[in-house]
């Protein structure tokens, strides 16, 4: 799927069909295309690494970021952010037996692994953005090693569970990423991914108004922070290829309350559009929980070769 002609980034398959022409500001150069055979949505071309970081620069500087986690915070407690990661720690607690080792990939200032600490586990973290790194050590007192999880080298550690929110569809090379958890999980480890849901009511709704004439929301969401989108089966069918065995996918929502509107029939339609995604089972966000595989997958690198094991 790297540009004409070309395969599938997950399966291999050459039934790539255009989804979304560029639409400002996704950029001219850009389209959103489908896998007919494995559903993964994705941009294509994949950006360059130069065009990646050259949009994060620009990304920094609008200060959006810096709204969406402004809860994220010393203070958290009570928080509907923090009732959502408490309801994710009750998850992994469930799987991952007494007083797990974690380690948090894209802890971002460090709210989670602090819960995690208050629990009694041992948690680390990896944080891409160098001022959300300083924040968990210097506020929180974390141990967070501030590198992105592509180039990262790892710790020599391993870890029980591995947790990694909202980061893989960031990524150029998410199975390589999960690859390289799966090396740092000892055995029957346990990895925790949540990514946004490519079917959820949200994207459907964005779907509908760009087939009417309305670009907007289309360009909101597929913006070039997001390389991969992922359904539950292109999800699950990624980790299998990087060696784990799924034990549970679930949804969830995001808060509305952290997103920044520019008016408030958007705002009003979006919370709408949430609340009737939790009731329909169709949320904006995957969670999956996935369990190491001993037995090492044969396929090298990312294609599969168009496996028919969806
Ligand atoms: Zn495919």
Redo the contacts with the bound molecule.
């Keep these: 799927m790297n540009g004409a002609g070309s395969k599938?980034?997950?399966?291999?398959?050459e039934e790539i069909q255009p989804l979304y022409e560029s639409a400002k500001p996704l950029g001219d150069s850009y389209r959103i295309a489908r896998?007919s055979?494995?559903?993964?949505v994705q941009f294509s071309p994949i950006p360059s690494e130069a065009a990646v970081r050259e949009f994060y620069a620009r990304y920094d500087a609008a200060g959006e970021r810096e709204s969406y986690f402004r809860r994220c915070r010393q203070g958290y407690e009570g928080s509907a952010e923090a009732r959502q990661l408490e309801l994710k720690l009750d998850r992994i607690a469930k799987f991952a037996g007494v007083s797990p080792d974690l380690l948090d990939v894209g802890c971002g200032t460090g709210v989670f692994l602090d819960m995690v600490r208050k629990k009694g586990w041992r948690g680390r973290g990896i944080e891409v953005s160098p001022t959300a790194a300083r924040y968990a050590r210097d506020v929180f007192g974390l141990d967070v090693i501030e590198a992105g999880i592509e180039s990262w080298p790892g710790d020599g550690e391993t870890y029980d569970v591995v947790t990694m929110f909202d980061v893989l569809e960031h990524l150029r090379d998410p199975i390589e990423a999960v690859r390289k958890i799966r090396n740092r999980l000892r055995e029957g480890g346990i990895l925790v991914l949540e990514v946004p849901n490519q079917e959820g009511l949200l994207d459907r709704a964005a779907d509908v108004f760009y087939h009417l004439g309305w670009r907007k929301p289309v360009s909101a969401l597929y913006n070039l922070h997001h390389i991969f989108y992922f359904n539950a089966r292109?999800l699950s069918r990624l980790l299998r290829n990087a060696g784990f065995v799924i034990l549970e996918i679930g949804q969830d929502s995001t808060y509305v309350g952290r997103v920044t509107f520019e008016n408030r029939m958007i705002k009003w339609g979006s919370w709408t559009l949430l609340k009737a995604g939790r009731i329909l089972g169709m949320e904006n966000k995957l969670v999956l929980t996935a369990r190491k595989e001993e037995a090492v997958p044969l396929q090298a690198g990312g294609a599969d070769g168009?496996k028919t094991d969806r």
């Design positions: 599938c980034y997950l399966c291999g398959s896998c055979a494995c559903s993964l292109s168009g």
